[in-house]
């Protein structure tokens, strides 16, 4: 299958804006858990991942950074346990914090991924931080958003510990099934001649969104708005 890297792009940079609109605690998604049972928990939270313009952004970024399938098991793993530890440790104890400032971070952390994915450690003479534990405390952060996203829902007492972790699987499969299109189409890409192009717009546009995104969370913060 021969696709242009210019294809590629135009797909990659229209896809992920248009996830924006979906990424919100939403009326229908509390109807879907109050109905559900357990299932339904998993269902909220693999919709909620696949919606997650920030993470899927983040995620993104660190695959674009490696070239073996053993990496990307490696880093993706350190993110994943990261997420969920954050993710059923804060609901559990009913830690939160401001969802636009948890957010603002998160749109650090797409920032930081384009930038040293585009080499700006090496260019500034800036040491480099351990890639892996970045990832990791990325994942951290990350998941303290999505317990944020969770508890903001009415889940109730009954059957607590059980929902959260219900929750924490549907992100896992959503993290799986976002993660396919996006190895497919960077490893794709990777076999064009266009490829160190398509590598630095597509990081340079992770430092954009990040940018935005921090932009957009912070006026939420100051102005009250969600």
Excluded at 16 to 39: C, K, R
Excluded at 153 to 159: E, H, K, L, P, R
Aim: aromatic share 14%.
């Amino acid at each position: 299958m021969n696709i242009p890297v210019r294809v590629l792009l135009i797909i990659t940079t229209l896809l992920f804006p248009a996830l924006t609109f979906a990424h919100d605690v939403s009326s229908a998604d509390q109807e879907i858990l109050n109905n559900g049972g357990l299932l339904s928990y998993i269902q909220v939270g693999a919709t909620h991942m696949l919606t997650g313009y920030d993470h899927l952004l983040f995620l993104a970024g660190v695959v674009f950074f490696l070239k073996s399938f053993k990496d990307i098991i490696k880093f993706i793993t350190a993110f994943t346990i990261g997420h969920c530890i954050t993710l059923i440790g804060a609901t559990y104890m009913g830690i939160t914090a401001n969802e636009h400032l948890v957010d603002a971070v998160i749109a650090l952390s797409v920032l930081y991924k384009g930038f040293e994915n585009l080499g700006g450690f090496k260019k500034y003479k800036i040491p480099s931080p351990n890639l892996i534990m970045m990832v990791f405390l990325f994942g951290l952060i990350h998941g303290f958003g999505l317990s944020t996203r969770l508890q903001s829902f009415n889940i109730g007492a009954d059957q607590f510990l059980a929902k959260i972790i219900c929750f924490n699987v549907g992100v896992e499969l959503g993290q799986i099934i976002a993660l396919i299109p996006i190895v497919f189409v960077i490893s794709l890409s990777r076999k064009r001649q266009q490829f160190p192009a398509f590598y630095k717009a597509i990081n340079w546009y992770l430092v954009l969104a990040g940018i935005g995104l921090f932009a957009y969370q912070m006026y939420g913060y100051y102005t009250g708005h969600s």
